[in-house]
């Protein structure tokens, strides 16, 4: 049942890819254009995605003791600002900023085989491996330092 649902919500989450543009990485780049063709349509799809998510998330986590479909909430308990999340972050904006996509639409603009997904894809991935392969330097350091 919990992989029926996870397939259901990730069908929802592409068609609404697909609905907002996201999927076209020509209006994602214009998005972030912002002193020439600036489109700032995409700004309203966030703001309709937060307007949707949060009541409802809010409602849940003080309705619910456990997600219907897991153990226990999976929420960061993290608060540090480590280099690796620095690193990755960095490198995801300036992938989305060059290519036009994130991991979600560029999954979605995958069939339809939109300018750069064959080439931005198999990088994604290739870039999702190395950062679960690539053993966290702060591992050492403790180690060390013990």
Do not use: Y
């Amino acid at each position: 049942m919990k992989q029926l649902f996870a397939l259901i919500s990730g069908l929802i989450f592409g068609l609404g890819l697909i609905i907002s543009g996201m999927s076209d990485p020509a209006k994602v780049l214009n998005f972030l254009d912002v002193f020439g063709t600036w489109d700032p349509s995409l700004a309203f799809v966030m703001g309709g995605g937060i307007l949707v998510t949060a009541p409802g998330f809010a409602w849940l986590t003080r309705r619910c003791d456990r997600p219907f479909f897991d153990e226990r909430f999976q929420m960061p308990r993290r608060t540090d600002l480590d280099p690796k999340l620095l690193t990755g972050a960095g490198l995801f904006g300036i992938g989305w900023g060059l290519g036009g996509f994130c991991p979600g639409p560029a999954l979605t603009a995958l069939p339809i085989s939109a300018t750069g997904t064959l080439v931005f894809v198999p990088f994604m991935l290739a870039g999702m491996w190395l950062a679960r392969h690539t053993p966290d330097p702060t591992v050492f350091r403790r180690k060390g330092a013990v």
